[in-house]
């Protein structure tokens, strides 16, 4: 089952793992408070204006209770006695530093160098080029996205996975231009259907997701949920 915003705990709305150190979760904080602004376009004709309030309202309590150390002891006391989160695991200590040794460059044979007094190397001069080189004709955007589209048979997750590294994106690329969770990012290409939101919130994840790679966003969201909603039909219960 997909979990709704209301059902997911603290450390789950703000995408962050419960060792999580304060700098971590005010970093969260600041991205998904960025996705669930009023004005966001992920958030375009999704949500009425009280849903917004409501789910910006649980975004600053749960910002509130991880913060401060006595809030979150008690917090994470009652996850765990309701079995929802593990215990964080003890922090590790820092690796012990050892300088590495300094290793000399290698000395040349003094015929090998050039201290001003020996002949300069002669330069060879350049060769002019035969041919002028020819600047591609200019493509339109919407000419692009016909381009990608038609070479995609499927928007499935690999494939859209390897059309972000063909553009030469990481996921953080994508995650700061379309304000998207990057664990969300992370479970599109993977095609975890069972960890992404509910259909609303993923349509448009998914519209921003293609805008920012140049493709159709209508037939990569109509594919990608095409998938998304057989996969969970196919789960037995």
Same mark, same amino acid.
């Given at each position: #089952? ?11 709305? %703000? ?5 999580? =150190? ?23 004709? %999704? ?5 917004? +309030? ?23 006391? #009652? ?8 215990? *964080?695991?003890? *922090? ?16 040349? *044979? ?11 190397? &002669? &330069? ?10 020819? &600047? ?9 996205? +016909? ?8 928007? $499935?997750?690999? +494939? ?9 994106? =990481? ?20 095609? $975890? ?6 259909? *609303? ?23 990608? %949920?095409?998938?998304?909603?057989? +996969? ?6």
């Amino acid at each position: #089952m997909i979990k709704k915003i209301e059902e997911m705990n603290y450390y789950e709305l %703000l995408e962050v793992s419960p060792s999580a =150190t304060k700098q971590e979760i005010h970093k969260a904080y600041e991205r998904v408070r960025r996705v669930y602004e009023p004005d966001s376009i992920a958030l375009y004709s %999704l949500f009425t204006s009280e849903e917004t +309030a409501s789910i910006n309202q649980r975004i600053e309590e749960a910002y509130r209770t991880l913060l401060y150390d006595d809030n979150r002891k008690r917090y994470d006391a #009652m996850l765990m006695s309701r079995n929802h989160v593990q215990q *964080p695991p003890p *922090p590790q200590p820092a690796p012990k530093y050892q300088p590495r040794p300094i290793q000399r460059p290698l000395s040349l *044979p003094s015929e090998n160098r050039y201290y001003g007094s020996a002949e300069p190397l &002669q &330069q060879r001069p350049q060769q002019p080029l035969q041919q002028p080189l020819q &600047q591609a004709p200019a493509v339109s955007s919407a000419e692009h996205i +016909a381009t990608v589209s038609t070479h995609i048979a499927e928007f $499935t997750g690999p +494939a859209i996975k390897a059309l972000r590294e063909q553009r030469g994106l =990481t996921i953080r690329n994508v995650a700061d231009e379309t304000k998207v969770g990057s664990r969300y990012l992370e479970y599109i290409e993977t095609e $975890t259907f069972q960890k992404l939101p509910a259909r *609303p919130y993923l349509r448009g994840f998914l519209v921003l997701y293609a805008k920012a790679l140049g493709c159709d966003p209508e037939r990569m969201t109509g594919d990608y %949920l095409k998938r998304c909603d057989a +996969a969970v039909s196919q789960k037995p219960r």
